[in-house]
């Protein structure tokens, strides 16, 4: 499925929703199989609530940018 520049989710770091993995797979150079084996890792940042795994978007973004301080 083919998906335009306008699906990708807004990265305003003040904005206190969470990403969703697939939003984080969009942004990352990653395949999905490769995020969800550095989520177990640990290596990205990430919460579960409940079987849902969610992103927080200011470490996210910190880990995205490189910054492994903003992640803690």
Do not use: C
Request: without cysteine; glycine residues 10%; charged residues 25%.
């Amino acid at each position: 499925m083919a998906k335009g520049a306008n699906s990708l989710p807004d990265t305003d770091p003040n904005d206190p929703r969470p990403f969703k993995v697939s939003e984080g797979v969009e942004l990352s150079t990653l395949g999905v199989n490769q995020f969800y084996a550095a989520i177990r890792r640990g290596e990205v940042p990430a919460i579960r609530v409940g079987r849902r795994i969610l992103l927080p978007r200011k470490a996210f973004l910190a880990w995205l940018n490189g910054d492994s301080q903003g992640a803690a």
